[in-house]
């Protein structure tokens, strides 16, 4: 390709750079994240008051009725439609983990129970469980050398 | 006969039947009416997402043979490729058929690509009838190049929509109304476009690429057709490429679209910038443009088929996008 | 009260991970991954804990919370049998978290097909 067609192309690339659409985004993100953690917690509020548990309890219990929620909704596909909406008002809480989690099984159902659902669960997750652990190992060393 | 630097005539390439089979959002767009089958429902039947992409690949093959009166053994070869790694729809669609087969890979420029291989074979002779086609399918592109289908993660606006569509052309020596004259072999062009999710843009300056190189070699210019058409640049691409021509003062606005946004209705059908994939630029071409050839309302087409040449591997290794754009050019004859 | 700040909050933090999705284009993993180190890091300095006292699930459910309990979790055990309680305390709390994703990804994609 000659020069001159090179130059019109870098000129012409950045002018037709895409800006995205930041303020709405944001503002969907805000609310819908805001409401799934506004659910979570009047779930603790209910276990803690109507069930008695201990607050880890009931945050433990929380979590877990937020996951199935979360794998559900998948499975029902509707967590993919919700999630094109709300951006990272669904893949910051624990339901977006989930959601990665019931996706990424259901998609490699195909290739069987062994070689599809279980081998292939914790791809996309999977960077979430590593990170996780070695930042914790960093950070959790840097704590306890500097004497807890 | 080679012309120019990269562009072929045909004198003795004629077009036969086409054959388009949808799933249901090609067949809830404004061309449901030029598709010959179309399913309401992605698996079109088949257990998994590659199946259904072979189903819809088998139905065009035998909807193709019935409607240009074709046993297989009458055909000398088909021609085709898809997304999938390794091109697998063809080789197993194929599996039920006794058909000499060529696959071929061109990402989205596929089905020109196709074209431009058979309209050879029957130019020089060595064939009579040849079969080209191609597919795509929603859920085997996301479940490949992206993420699970049921992911929720966010689509900027910039991404397209894969075409659940299978489309077969014949490709023949013997004398009809349509005939392939001529075609344009595009180059591998990186315009350095890092972004998976902005596929339109980093395959418009291989579209410019090629049409400007075929303007040259035929000694043509946009008002010699009556329209230009890409495969998939989608809305952003679309504008990027009548730019690059309004740079070198080529005005191609009035007599260019894009199969991606032909295919869809964009404000009722959410398909983000548009349809891509293989099967876009072949539902559109060998289904509707045909159609509009025949009816008299063009005479002479240029489609040029867009191609993004990634995988994720080597775009995880912070790779750019480069694109290929091939050409053909499709006229009715009058007599 | 505690509902509103759950609210405020965990929209708050939904928001900035839009903001940084967006301005920098990135995508979803980047995020998570981000916020993980983000949680793992605020509560090295125990500012994560005093964010759960005010704001209960709107800092428990975002995936920061899982980088918080991972820390959490690893610096308890260490305080009781030292430093190898790092590597053996750290899912302790988390636990829940992930062994219930694992179970109910298994049991719907045994009963569901994708819908695409």
Same mark, same amino acid.
């Given at each position: 390709?000659?020069?001159?067609?090179?130059?019109?192309?870098?000129?012409?690339?950045?002018?037709?750079?895409?800006?995205?659409?930041?303020?709405?985004?944001?503002?969907?993100?805000?609310?819908?994240?805001?409401?799934?953690?506004?659910?979570?917690?009047?779930?603790?509020?209910?276990?803690?008051?109507?069930?008695?548990?201990?607050?880890?309890?009931?945050?433990?219990?929380?979590?877990?009725?937020?996951?199935?929620?979360?794998?559900?909704?998948?499975?029902?596909?509707?967590?993919?439609?919700?999630?094109? %909406?709300?951006?990272?008002?669904?893949?910051?809480?624990?339901?977006?983990?989930?959601?990665?989690?019931?996706?990424?099984?259901?998609?490699?159902?195909?290739?069987?129970?062994?070689?599809?659902?279980?081998?292939?669960? %914790?791809?996309?997750?999977?960077?979430?469980?590593?990170?996780?652990?070695?930042?914790?190992?960093? %950070?959790?060393?840097?704590?306890?050398?500097?004497?807890? | 006969?080679?012309?120019?630097?990269?562009?072929?005539?045909?004198?003795?390439?004629?077009?036969?039947?086409?054959?388009?089979?949808?799933?249901?959002?090609?067949?809830?767009?404004?061309?449901?009416?030029?598709?010959?089958?179309?399913?309401?429902?992605?698996?079109?039947?088949?257990?998994?997402?590659?199946?259904?992409?072979?189903?819809?690949?088998?139905?065009?093959?035998?909807?193709?043979?019935?409607?240009?009166?074709?046993?297989?053994?009458?055909?000398?070869?088909?021609?085709? @490729?898809?997304?999938?790694?390794?091109?697998?729809?063809?080789?197993?669609?194929?599996?039920?058929?006794?058909?000499?087969?060529?696959?071929?890979?061109?990402?989205?420029?596929?089905?020109?690509?196709?074209?431009?291989? @058979?309209?050879?074979?029957?130019?020089?002779?060595?064939?009579?009838?040849?079969?080209?086609?191609?597919?795509?399918?929603?859920?085997?592109?996301?479940?490949?190049?992206?993420?699970?289908?049921?992911? #929720?993660?966010?689509?900027?606006?910039?991404?397209?929509?894969?075409?659940?569509?299978?489309?077969?052309?014949?490709?023949?020596?013997?004398? @009809?109304?349509?005939?392939?004259?001529?075609?344009?072999? #595009?180059?591998?062009?990186?315009?350095?476009?890092?972004?998976?999710?902005?596929?339109?843009?980093?395959?418009? *300056?291989?579209?410019?690429?090629?049409?400007?190189?075929?303007?040259?070699?035929?000694?043509?210019?946009?008002?010699?057709?009556?329209?230009?058409?890409?495969?998939?640049?989608?809305?952003?691409?679309?504008?990027?490429?009548?730019?690059?021509?309004?740079?070198?003062?080529?005005?191609?606005?009035?007599?260019?679209?894009?199969?991606?946004?032909?295919?869809?209705?964009?404000?009722?059908?959410?398909?983000?910038?548009?349809?891509?994939?293989?099967?876009?630029?072949?539902?559109?071409?060998?289904?509707?443009?045909?159609?509009?050839?025949?009816?008299?309302?063009?005479?002479?087409?240029?489609?040029?088929?867009?191609?993004?040449?990634?995988? *994720?591997?080597?775009?995880?290794?912070?790779?750019?996008?480069?694109?290929?754009?091939?050409?053909?050019?499709?006229?009715?004859?009058?007599? | 009260?505690?509902?509103?700040? /759950?609210?405020?909050?965990?929209? /708050?933090?939904?928001?900035?991970?839009?903001?940084?999705?967006?301005?920098?284009?990135?995508? +979803?993993?980047?995020?998570?991954? $981000?916020?993980?180190?983000?949680?793992?890091?605020?509560?090295?300095?125990?500012?994560?804990?005093?964010?759960?006292? $005010?704001?209960?699930?709107?800092?428990?459910?975002?995936?920061?919370?899982?980088?918080?309990?991972?820390?959490?979790? /690893?610096?308890?055990? /260490?305080?009781?049998?030292?430093? $190898?309680?790092?590597?053996?305390?750290?899912?302790?709390?988390?636990?829940?978290?992930?062994?219930?994703? $694992?179970?109910?990804?298994?049991?719907?994609?045994?009963?569901?097909? +994708?819908?695409?």
């Amino acid at each position: 390709m000659n020069e001159e067609l090179k130059n019109v192309i870098e000129k012409v690339k950045k002018e037709t750079t895409p800006k995205r659409k930041i303020f709405i985004n944001t503002l969907k993100a805000f609310l819908v994240g805001g409401l799934i953690c506004l659910v979570a917690q009047i779930i603790i509020e209910i276990l803690m008051k109507s069930f008695g548990f201990n607050q880890e309890m009931a945050n433990s219990i929380a979590i877990t009725i937020m996951v199935f929620i979360g794998s559900v909704i998948t499975g029902l596909g509707l967590y993919d439609k919700i999630g094109q %909406f709300a951006g990272a008002g669904t893949i910051v809480p624990i339901t977006g983990f989930a959601n990665s989690m019931t996706s990424a099984a259901l998609e490699y159902k195909s290739e069987g129970i062994i070689f599809g659902i279980f081998t292939n669960m %914790f791809k996309l997750a999977g960077s979430v469980i590593v990170v996780g652990v070695i930042s914790a190992f960093v %950070f959790g060393t840097i704590r306890y050398l500097l004497g807890i | 006969m080679k012309i120019g630097k990269q562009s072929l005539t045909f004198h003795n390439v004629f077009i036969g039947e086409g054959a388009v089979v949808v799933g249901p959002k090609e067949n809830q767009g404004p061309l449901s009416d030029y598709f010959d089958k179309a399913y309401d429902d992605l698996y079109c039947g088949a257990k998994t997402w590659e199946k259904a992409e072979m189903q819809l690949f088998k139905d065009a093959i035998n909807i193709s043979l019935s409607k240009n009166n074709l046993a297989v053994c009458d055909v000398d070869c088909l021609i085709s @490729g898809d997304l999938n790694n390794q091109i697998i729809i063809g080789s197993y669609t194929l599996r039920d058929y006794e058909l000499p087969y060529l696959g071929i890979f061109g990402a989205c420029s596929t089905s020109v690509e196709g074209l431009i291989i @058979g309209g050879n074979m029957i130019e020089s002779g060595s064939c009579s009838k040849v079969l080209v086609g191609t597919s795509s399918h929603n859920a085997t592109s996301e479940r490949q190049f992206r993420y699970p289908t049921e992911y #929720g993660g966010q689509k900027p606006q910039t991404i397209t929509s894969t075409a659940t569509a299978a489309g077969i052309l014949l490709l023949t020596n013997t004398k @009809g109304k349509l005939c392939l004259s001529g075609a344009t072999i #595009g180059k591998v062009i990186d315009a350095k476009i890092n972004d998976p999710h902005d596929l339109g843009r980093a395959m418009a *300056p291989s579209a410019f690429d090629t049409i400007v190189t075929h303007f040259n070699d035929f000694n043509s210019k946009p008002n010699d057709y009556d329209l230009i058409v890409t495969g998939d640049l989608s809305y952003y691409g679309k504008d990027m490429l009548i730019k690059l021509f309004d740079e070198i003062n080529i005005n191609i606005k009035e007599h260019y679209d894009d199969c991606g946004l032909l295919l869809y209705n964009q404000e009722k059908q959410n398909v983000f910038a548009g349809g891509s994939g293989c099967g876009c630029c072949a539902a559109v071409t060998y289904g509707y443009l045909l159609s509009k050839l025949r009816d008299n309302t063009y005479k002479k087409i240029l489609v040029v088929a867009t191609g993004a040449l990634l995988n *994720p591997i080597i775009v995880a290794q912070k790779e750019t996008i480069p694109g290929i754009s091939h050409a053909v050019i499709i006229e009715r004859i009058d007599d | 009260m505690i509902y509103l700040m /759950a609210f405020l909050i965990g929209g /708050a933090i939904c928001a900035l991970g839009q903001i940084i999705l967006d301005l920098f284009k990135l995508v +979803p993993i980047h995020i998570t991954t $981000i916020f993980i180190a983000l949680g793992s890091l605020f509560d090295t300095f125990g500012i994560y804990d005093k964010l759960i006292k $005010i704001s209960g699930a709107g800092a428990t459910i975002p995936i920061s919370s899982f980088g918080h309990s991972l820390v959490h979790s /690893a610096l308890e055990k /260490a305080e009781s049998v030292g430093y $190898i309680g790092i590597l053996t305390g750290v899912f302790n709390l988390t636990a829940a978290g992930i062994v219930s994703s $694992i179970i109910f990804a298994f049991i719907v994609a045994l009963i569901l097909r +994708p819908k695409g």
